[in-house]
């Protein structure tokens, strides 16, 4: 459900566009020139107690009429035991969906545009990262602060981007 606060101070509620049974883990939107904005909603399906509990990526969009689409929804390989403690999710312009995992043993996964799960480069899984972005397009980045408190920005290889 979501609620308007209009000047007169009544408040206007108006049904959520979609809802899945679970526990959310990240969520994040963004807009686009044609005012279409892409989603993306990671939830674990299931009850706290269910050894069969799923990750699940939601993608979806809202076009500039505000019609609400599911795009599609995926299985993410990931363990129902392993703890996820931290979570930074991005999608670009055209719906695309890159993601950073933390599990409880501090360690970092990639979850990749193609929906796989992997091993990130080995300069973000000891870095306090601080989010992960589309810089352009199809360029997601992954930044953190040094020890120095300077900002890095790395690609998905693990390039180091040029800073502008």
Known sequence: MRVEWPMDGKPNLTPAHQSWAGSLVAATATLNLDDVIFGATLMWTGSDADVNAALKLYRWKI???GKFEQLDAKVVEWEPDREIVDAKIAANKAGEVVALLKNKE?????LNPDGDVSDPPPIIPTAD???IF???K???LVTFSDPNGAFKFYTLNGDLYPQW
């Not at 501090?106 to 990639?110: D, E």
């Open 129 to 131: 990262v601080i989010d």
């Open 63 to 65: 076009g500039a009429e």
């Open 106 to 110: 501090g360690q970092w996964k990639l």
């Open 134 to 136: 589309y810089a352009k």
């Open 138 to 140: 199809n360029l997601p």
